[in-house]
């Protein structure tokens, strides 16, 4: 079936670093691709979204191109802030028949940042 | 504002009751859905709806029931044949077109 696999974290970088977490999928078809962001005690926000092969998603100063020959998806930011720290969550979106799409997320990647 | 209000953000629950989960939308969103997160499981899907008085099971529905009796509204039972209860809960809603979900703030349930 489909899934999607990231980076296990915690990742652990100081403030000003750049960030990189990789997400591939297995789909079939052409799904959509997002990334979310949870804070502590929270649900989870979107971050940036692609909707087809070349695409880049933008938001906040964290980017994601979709790469549909190495079916990957991978975020990235110039340079982390301590308020970054989150756990990042990839996703696909396909429709399995009916009038909506479903979500399915990888299992998050933490991140902290370091003063 | 817009948004999806979950309620309680705290639940205890003792073993062999039922409890209710609320999910409130005010999005005119036509589809809801709930989700489970357990800490290194990411989120798993429990139940989702399309329309009102349409529901279907996700990946692990069992142990769950719910209902769709108006639009904004998609409240979550855990019943005591759910085995293992404890975890954190997200409601989210959709539209067709689909930019992705609205996410609730979550209700955290602890079985004592």
């Known amino acids: 079936g489909d899934s999607v696999t990231q980076m296990e974290g915690p990742v652990t970088l100081s403030e000003e670093a750049f960030l990189t977490i990789n997400c591939t999928y297995t789909?079939?078809?052409?799904?959509?691709l997002f990334w979310y962001v949870q804070y502590p005690g929270e649900g989870l926000q979107l971050l940036l979204k692609?909707?087809?092969?070349?695409d880049k998603g933008s938001n906040k100063g964290f980017e994601a191109t979709y790469r549909k020959e190495t079916t990957s998806f991978h975020l990235e930011k110039g340079s982390v802030q301590v308020s970054d720290s989150a756990v990042y969550f990839c996703?696909?979106?396909?429709?399995?028949?009916?009038?909506?799409?479903?979500?399915?997320f990888g299992t998050g990647t933490l991140l902290a940042v370091q003063p | 504002d817009g948004g999806i209000t979950q309620s309680p953000k705290y639940l205890f629950r003792k073993e062999g009751q039922n409890v209710t989960l609320s999910c409130e939308q005010n999005?005119?969103?036509?589809?809801m859905y709930w989700y489970r997160q357990d800490p290194g499981q990411g989120l798993r899907l429990i139940y989702y709806?399309?329309?009102?008085?349409?529901?279907q099971k996700g990946d692990i529905a069992e142990g769950y029931s719910v209902s769709r009796e108006k639009k904004e509204s998609f409240p979550l039972t855990v019943t005591s044949a759910q085995k293992n209860p404890t975890a954190f809960y997200l409601c989210?809603?959709?539209?067709?077109?689909?930019?992705?979900?609205?996410f609730g703030s979550g209700t955290r349930l602890t079985v004592v």
């Open positions: 709806s399309q329309i009102v008085n349409d529901f």
């Open positions: 999005l005119n969103h036509d589809a």
């Open positions: 692609a909707t087809k092969a070349d």
């Open positions: 789909a079939t078809g052409y799904p959509s």
């Open positions: 989210a809603s959709s539209m067709p077109n689909f930019y992705g979900y609205t």
């Open positions: 996703a696909l979106s396909k429709n399995y028949g009916g009038a909506t799409n479903k979500l399915i």
